[in-house]
């Protein structure tokens, strides 16, 4: 049998396009895919914009600002090139407010210092760095496109998260660990949003096949870790995993057991931060709602005046 | 923490009422009623708090680098702060977020229109700056009253509040007083009282399109300018200077 069209483009590493034929699967990942990371980019709005209004200098409230800022301009993003596959914003924040569509669960975890600033920004956005650069080579167009735009502005925030805990980490005694503590807590879940191991992980081989992801978990797990532990060691920083080790036959990291069963704990809500950061966003978007009507209205009322 | 110079005092004022806008607004992160909203009240927050930073780096510079912007933020209390009463009032809801902003942004337009005229340099440029952030914030806060005035009965309500509530907190913006004084003479700067003939024109002409009543019979209430403050002022500063206080030999 003759390849279809799609296939013959997946196979050549073409990009296929919104208006292009596709497999009913391979829209439908997509879509679960994008969503989440679309919500995952605006629910992490919350545990960061916890802090704007306590940052420690003139200087850092403004660069966290933006940075907050220049997340939920990913999100309107992704939402948008979502919305090519032919499901609307409003769905989406709907199945995000029911549950149906998840978020990354290391946004479920509470930013409690403001060290903890610098390790969402160190880690949480360099191991989104590691993944993202991976999905700029995505096969959907619009995915792909999104991805080399966000990579761009997401290197600018692990240097701004790594910087913070440099500062820390030279600082005084108090602040030193304040950034050990940050570590301690952000590690593990860091190195979680890789997802579950490849042979645990059902959803990855159709994904890799139709090149959605062109990387495994473990894969764009072990080179964060890599990239990370050297880091932590310039600045005197203790990763917290007694396991951790170079290994000179792999020239890898050789690390501990990850804990499964806190991690699906916290996808399925037990977290510290679930039930606040969905009515979070559920507040927000119903206080909001009086002021979408009313510019509707507005623009209906301008419209009916042009017509007659 | 005491300013010397009428200028020094007089930048203080800008400076702060910057910031503490800032602060209020970068409360709102998050909170938008739609995301590109959020976005815009981000924006708007972040220019605030640059025209601040300018502002505070001047006041560094006049007082000879013996205090840094951070000393200015971090460790003045209530009575050493000078915005204005406007400012420091709760985001409230959207209605009122906006109706602030409108309020504020139409006076900042008419002042750094003025202060771009100053025969001191970096005040120039710091107006020539600020102006066409000021012109955007204006804009878009303006567009804001007129829908939400002729959107919904409910939106229409709600921005009428909005503005009833925060019209008691607009005349002490157009208040000279000694500080001035000298600079005026000096063409620095030009006098507050002499901004109100065109907020208040700009004002009511948008009141009036977007089909609302400006406020009448209202007693103004002043303070910000002498470092006398509504209740609101303390909380925010405590939130904000709580971690440089806290860890007085830290460096951020």
Same mark, same amino acid.
């Given at each position: 049998?003759?390849?279809?069209?799609?296939?013959?483009?997946?196979?050549?590493?073409?990009?296929?396009?919104?208006?292009?034929?596709?497999?009913?699967?391979?829209?439908?990942?997509?879509?679960?895919?994008?969503?989440?990371?679309?919500?995952?980019?605006?629910?992490?709005?919350?545990?960061?914009?916890?802090?704007?209004?306590?940052?420690?200098?003139?200087?850092?409230?403004?660069?966290?600002?933006?940075?907050?800022?220049?997340?939920?301009?990913?999100?309107?993003?992704?939402?948008?090139?979502?919305?090519?596959?032919?499901?609307?914003?409003?769905?989406?924040?709907?199945?995000?407010?029911?549950?149906?569509?998840?978020?990354?669960?290391?946004?479920?975890?509470?930013?409690?210092?403001?060290?903890?600033?610098?390790?969402?920004?160190?880690?949480?956005?360099?191991?989104?760095?590691?993944?993202?650069?991976?999905?700029? &080579?995505? $096969?959907?167009?619009?995915?792909?496109?999104?991805?080399? /735009? #966000?990579?761009? *502005?997401?290197?600018?925030?692990? =240097? +701004?998260?790594?910087?913070?805990?440099?500062?820390?980490?030279?600082?005084?005694?108090?602040?030193?660990?304040?950034?050990?503590?940050?570590?301690?807590?952000?590690?593990?879940?860091?190195?979680?949003?890789?997802?579950?191991?490849? &042979?645990? $992980?059902?959803?990855?081989?159709?994904?890799?096949?139709? /090149? #959605?992801?062109? *990387?495994?978990?473990?894969?764009? =797990? +072990?080179?964060?870790?890599?990239?990370?532990?050297?880091?932590?060691?310039?600045?005197?920083?203790?990763?917290?995993?007694?396991?951790?080790?170079?290994?000179?036959?792999?020239?890898?990291?050789?690390?501990?057991?990850?804990?499964?069963?806190?991690?699906?704990?916290?996808?399925?809500?037990?977290?510290?931060?679930?039930?606040?950061?969905?009515?979070?966003?559920?507040?927000?978007?119903?206080?909001?709602?009086?002021?979408?009507?009313?510019?509707?209205?507005?623009?209906?009322?301008?419209?009916?005046?042009?017509?007659? | 923490?005491?300013?010397?110079?009428?200028?020094?005092?007089?930048?203080?004022?800008?400076?702060?009422?910057?910031?503490?806008?800032?602060?209020?607004?970068?409360?709102?992160?998050?909170?938008?009623?739609?995301?590109?909203e959020d976005i815009a009240i981000s924006n708007i927050a972040l220019d605030y708090l640059g025209q601040a930073n300018m502002l505070y780096e001047l006041l560094k510079k006049a007082g000879n680098g013996k205090y840094s912007v951070d000393d200015y933020v971090f460790h003045r209390n209530e009575r050493n702060y000078y915005n204005l009463l406007l400012v420091e009032q709760d985001n409230g809801h959207f209605g009122k977020t906006m109706a602030k902003i409108f309020l504020y942004s139409t006076y900042q337009k008419i002042l750094y229109s003025q202060l771009s005229k100053s025969t001191n340099d970096d005040i120039k440029a710091i107006a020539l700056k600020s102006i066409k952030e000021v012109?955007?914030?204006?804009?878009?806060?303006?567009?804001?009253?007129?829908?939400?005035?002729?959107?919904?009965?409910?939106?229409?309500?709600?921005?009428?509040?909005?503005?009833?509530?925060?019209?008691?907190?607009?005349?002490?913006?157009?208040?000279?007083?000694?500080?001035?004084?000298?600079?005026?003479?000096?063409?620095?700067?030009?006098?507050?009282?002499?901004?109100?003939?065109?907020?208040?024109?700009?004002?009511?002409?948008?009141?009036?399109?977007?089909?609302?009543?400006?406020?009448?019979?209202?007693?103004?209430?002043?303070?910000?300018?002498?470092?006398?403050?509504?209740?609101?002022?303390?909380?925010?500063?405590?939130?904000?200077?709580?971690?440089?206080?806290?860890?007085?030999?830290?460096?951020?």
């Open positions: 049998m003759p390849n279809s069209i799609f296939e013959d483009k997946i196979n050549k590493d073409l990009k296929i396009e919104p208006r292009d034929e596709m497999p009913d699967g391979y829209r439908s990942h997509l879509i679960r895919q994008m969503s989440q990371h679309a919500h995952s980019e605006i629910i992490g709005m919350q545990p960061e914009g916890n802090w704007i209004t306590r940052a420690p200098s003139l200087r850092s409230k403004m660069i966290l600002l933006a940075k907050v800022q220049d997340e939920a301009g990913h999100g309107l993003y992704l939402y948008s090139a979502c919305e090519t596959l032919g499901i609307t914003r409003k769905q989406m924040i709907e199945e995000l407010q029911t549950g149906k569509a998840k978020y990354s669960s290391i946004f479920n975890y509470p930013t409690l210092t403001w060290a903890d600033i610098g390790a969402i920004g160190w880690l949480v956005d360099g191991a989104a760095i590691v993944n993202q650069v991976s999905l700029q &080579k995505t $096969s959907y167009g619009p995915y792909s496109r999104a991805m080399i /735009k #966000i990579c761009k *502005e997401e290197s600018f925030h692990q =240097r +701004q998260g790594y910087e913070i805990i440099c500062t820390l980490a030279k600082g005084t005694d108090e602040q030193k660990q304040m950034a050990q503590d940050a570590l301690n807590r952000w590690w593990w879940p860091s190195i979680m949003m890789f997802g579950p191991h490849d &042979k645990d $992980s059902n959803r990855s081989e159709k994904a890799l096949n139709w /090149k #959605i992801k062109r *990387e495994s978990n473990d894969s764009l =797990r +072990q080179s964060f870790i890599d990239k990370t532990v050297p880091q932590a060691e310039l600045i005197g920083l203790k990763v917290p995993d007694d396991k951790l080790i170079w290994n000179e036959k792999t020239n890898h990291y050789d690390f501990g057991d990850i804990d499964w069963e806190e991690f699906w704990n916290v996808v399925n809500g037990k977290g510290l931060c679930n039930k606040e950061r969905i009515e979070h966003h559920k507040k927000a978007h119903n206080e909001g709602e009086w002021v979408r009507k009313a510019a509707v209205a507005y623009s209906e009322k301008k419209l009916n005046k042009k017509v007659a | 923490m005491n300013f010397s110079t009428d200028f020094e005092k007089y930048i203080a004022r800008l400076a702060d009422s910057n910031l503490i806008m800032g602060q209020r607004l970068s409360e709102l992160c998050s909170k938008g009623p739609y995301l590109e012109n955007y914030h204006f804009k878009h806060s303006r567009a804001w009253v007129l829908r939400l005035g002729d959107g919904t009965k409910e939106s229409k309500v709600k921005i009428q509040e909005s503005i009833d509530e925060l019209w008691r907190f607009t005349g002490e913006i157009f208040e000279s007083d000694y500080v001035e004084n000298n600079l005026i003479s000096e063409n620095i700067i030009t006098a507050s009282n002499t901004y109100y003939d065109e907020w208040s024109k700009i004002v009511k002409d948008t009141l009036l399109e977007a089909l609302l009543t400006e406020p009448e019979n209202v007693v103004m209430l002043t303070g910000g300018k002498k470092g006398l403050h509504t209740e609101k002022l303390g909380f925010m500063l405590a939130e904000m200077q709580y971690l440089p206080r806290t860890y007085p030999n830290a460096k951020w």
